[in-house]
C-alpha cells in the first residue's frame, strides 16, 4: 500500500473556498491560507445560531498501546462513511502538537485513505494557533518576572510562581531549570523554574473552551500566575496584559476549515492534551460543525476513562451541548498487549492474549455507560487481522448487548465506514438519557474519588501532603465547586503505565494539584504524570525529511 503522504498528495480534493461556499460561507468571510485552509472568523459563524443542532458523535477508545487503536483515523473513516451512506457531516478535530509528531506519533492527521488534508501542513506549523498560545503563554510568563525585577508591587512571591514557559516541542531536559540568573538588572530574580509543553499550558485549555472573544478575555484575566508572599493568588488581570495576550491570540481563537480526503468539511482547532488537560477541539469547532452538520464527528484524546470523561463532565458542562452517540474503538492486537501479549514477540500475539485483553475494553464499554450514551464499538480492522479475530471480538460486543462494525478505513476509506456509519445512525435513533458523573456540589476530594473508583477502577485514593496543601486552600478560596481534570498516565486505567488491561486493587495517588481558574477546573496531578513529555530512545524526527524536490518525507 502506498505510503500515507503519497495517498494525500494523490488526492483529488476541492478548493476549501469552494467547500465554504457549499456549508453557506461565502469565501470572502473566510481567511485563505493558500488553496486549501481557511479560518472561519466567528462572526461569520455566528449567522448560524439560530440553525438547529446536529447530532454530535464522539469518538473515544481502548487503553493506548503500541499495537495502535486507529482512534483518528477511525473518525476521519466515520466522516467518510456518514456521507456515502447520505448524510450530511461535518467534523472536529484537535490540531496536532509539533512535539509529539517528532517524538512517538510521526503524525496525527488519520492515515491511508482516511486522512484530513494537507496533512503536511497541518502535522506541522498549520496556521499558527500553537504558536500564538505559545506567545502568550510567554509573554504573561515574561511580565511575571518583569514584574518582580521592577519592583514587585504586588509582592509576588518568586518562590511561589505557578506559571512556567511554554514550547511546543519534547524537551525533557527543560522541565525543571532555574532562572534570573545574570544579576537582578540582567537576569531578574533567581527562582526554579521550568517549561511545560504548550498544548499543556491553561491558556491551551482556554482557547479550546471560550465561546467567544469576550470569554475569552475573562478566562485569561482568571489565570492564576503565583501567590504572594502572604499567600494571596496573583492574577493575569493584575499584570495588566490581557490585552495584549488577547492580541495575539486575535486570529487563533477562529477555527480552522479544512477536508477529508474525500470531500467532507472538518473543523481542526484546540489542541490541549488529554493526559494533562481535557483533550478535545475546541467548543467553537464542535458547535461549527453541529451548526453546519446533520451529523457532527469529533473525537476524544486516548481512551473513555481520559478523553471521554473530561469531554462529558467538563466540554458538554461548560458547552451545554452533549454526545447523541459514543464509538469505542479498538483493535485485535490491541487487545492481545491488553491480555499480556508482547507486541516483539509475535508468537505471543494470539486469540487467547485477545481474550484477555478484553476487561480493557469492557471497562470503558460500562464507563460510558454512566453517561447515558448510546455505545457503538468500532474494529478497526489491521492488514494482519483475520477474520476470526474481528468476528470473535464482534461476537463479545453482541453479548455485552453492544452494536459493532467491522472498520476497514485505513485501506477503504469511507466505503470502509460504512457499516459503522448505519450502526451509529441506528443508535442514535434511540435516544439518550445524558448525565454528568458527579455534581459540582460535591467537593474536590469526592469528585477526584468518584472518578477514581467508577472510572479508573481504584480500590483506594491516596493524597500527599502537597497535595492535601493545595485541597483545602481551594476549597477555602472557593473553587470547590469547579469540576476535575485529572492528568495521568494514557497507557494504563491506572496510574501506573506497566498495568494493562483492567486492574484492580491498586491505590490512585494524587501527587499535586494545580488550579486552572481560567479553565475552569481543577487539576490533580496522578503517579509520575510530567507535564513536558520527553523523545523516545529512536524519535520520529530520525525519518522525518525535506528532498531535493521540496517533498517532505516520513510524515504519517
Not at 492527521?109 to 505559545?134: E, R
Request: aromatic content about 6%; some cysteine; glycine content about 10%.
Amino acid at each position: 500500500m502506498k505510503s500515507d503522504l503519497d495517498i494525500s498528495r494523490e488526492a483529488k480534493v476541492r478548493p476549501i473556498a469552494e467547500l465554504a461556499e457549499e456549508m453557506g460561507i461565502p469565501s470572502c468571510e473566510t481567511i485563505p491560507y493558500g488553496r486549501d485552509m481557511a479560518k472561519v472568523p466567528l462572526d461569520a459563524l455566528r449567522r448560524f445560531d439560530d440553525k438547529e443542532d446536529g447530532k454530535l458523535i464522539l469518538v473515544t477508545a481502548i487503553t493506548a498501546t503500541p499495537a495502535g487503536e486507529g482512534k483518528t483515523v477511525t473518525t476521519i473513516g466515520l466522516i467518510q462513511g456518514l456521507s456515502r451512506i447520505g448524510k450530511n457531516v461535518v467534523g472536529a478535530l484537535r490540531e496536532p502538537s509539533i512535539g509529539p509528531i517528532f517524538g512517538i506519533k510521526g503524525g496525527a492527521t488519520g492515515g491511508g485513505y482516511s486522512q484530513v488534508y494537507p496533512m503536511w501542513d497541518i502535522n506541522l506549523h498549520f496556521t499558527g494557533d500553537i504558536h500564538a498560545v505559545g506567545s502568550a503563554h510567554n509573554l504573561l510568563s515574561a511580565m511575571v518576572e518583569n514584574h518582580i525585577a521592577k519592583g514587585n508591587e504586588l509582592g509576588i512571591d518568586p518562590t511561589n510562581i505557578t506559571l512556567k514557559k511554554a514550547i511546543d516541542m519534547n524537551c525533557r531536559e527543560l522541565r525543571n531549570m532555574v532562572v534570573g540568573l545574570g544579576g537582578k538588572s540582567m537576569g531578574g530574580v533567581p527562582h526554579e523554574s521550568g517549561f511545560l509543553i504548550t498544548s499543556a499550558s491553561e491558556i491551551s485549555a482556554i482557547l479550546a473552551l471560550a465561546s467567544d472573544r469576550e470569554d475569552l478575555r475573562e478566562r485569561l484575566e482568571k489565570v492564576v500566575v503565583g501567590y504572594t508572599y502572604d499567600g494571596r493568588m496573583v492574577t493575569a488581570k493584575e499584570l495588566n496584559c490581557v490585552g495584549a495576550m488577547m492580541v495575539l491570540l486575535k486570529d487563533a481563537i477562529n477555527p480552522n476549515l479544512v477536508q477529508t480526503l474525500e470531500g467532507q468539511p472538518v473543523f481542526v482547532h484546540g489542541f490541549p492534551f488529554a493526559n494533562i488537560a481535557h483533550g478535545s477541539n475546541s467548543i467553537v469547532a464542535t458547535r461549527a460543525a453541529m451548526k453546519l452538520g446533520d451529523y457532527a464527528v469529533t473525537e476524544a484524546g486516548f481512551a473513555a476513562d481520559l478523553g471521554a470523561e473530561k469531554f462529558m463532565d467538563i466540554v458538554c458542562r461548560q458547552a451545554g451541548f452533549s454526545p447523541d452517540c459514543t464509538v469505542i474503538v479498538v483493535s485485535a492486537r490491541a487487545l492481545m498487549m491488553h491480555g499480556g501479549a508482547d507486541i516483539k514477540d509475535e508468537s505471543t500475539m494470539t486469540l487467547d492474549a485477545m481474550r484477555e485483553g478484553y476487561p480493557n475494553l469492557d471497562k470503558h464499554i460500562s464507563n460510558l455507560r454512566l453517561h447515558g450514551v448510546p455505545v457503538v464499538v468500532a474494529v478497526n480492522r489491521f492488514s494482519q487481522d483475520t477474520d476470526e479475530a474481528v468476528a470473535e471480538i464482534k461476537a463479545h460486543c453482541d453479548s455485552l448487548g453492544v452494536p459493532s462494525a467491522e472498520s476497514s478505513v485505513y485501506a477503504d476509506g469511507g466505503k470502509g465506514g460504512t457499516e459503522l456509519a448505519l450502526r451509529v445512525v441506528e443508535a442514535i435513533e434511540g435516544g439518550k438519557d445524558f448525565r454528568f458523573l458527579y455534581g459540582t456540589d460535591l467537593t474536590i476530594k469526592q469528585k477526584i474519588e468518584t472518578i477514581g473508583y467508577e472510572v479508573y477502577g481504584t480500590s483506594m485514593v491516596n493524597y500527599m501532603p502537597a497535595a492535601e496543601k493545595v485541597l483545602s486552600s481551594l476549597e477555602a478560596a472557593g473553587y470547590g465547586n469547579l469540576p476535575v481534570c485529572i492528568a495521568k498516565t494514557q497507557a494504563s486505567l491506572s496510574d501506573n503505565p506497566s498495568r494493562k488491561g483492567a486492574p484492580t486493587g491498586w491505590k490512585l495517588t494524587v501527587r499535586d494539584v494545580y488550579l486552572s481558574a481560567g479553565a475552569g477546573f481543577v487539576v490533580p496531578i496522578c503517579g509520575q504524570m510530567s507535564l513536558m513529555p520527553g523523545l523516545p530512545k529512536n524519535p520520529a524526527a530520525e525519518r522525518i525529511d525535506l528532498d531535493a524536490e521540496g517533498r517532505i518525507r516520513g510524515l504519517k
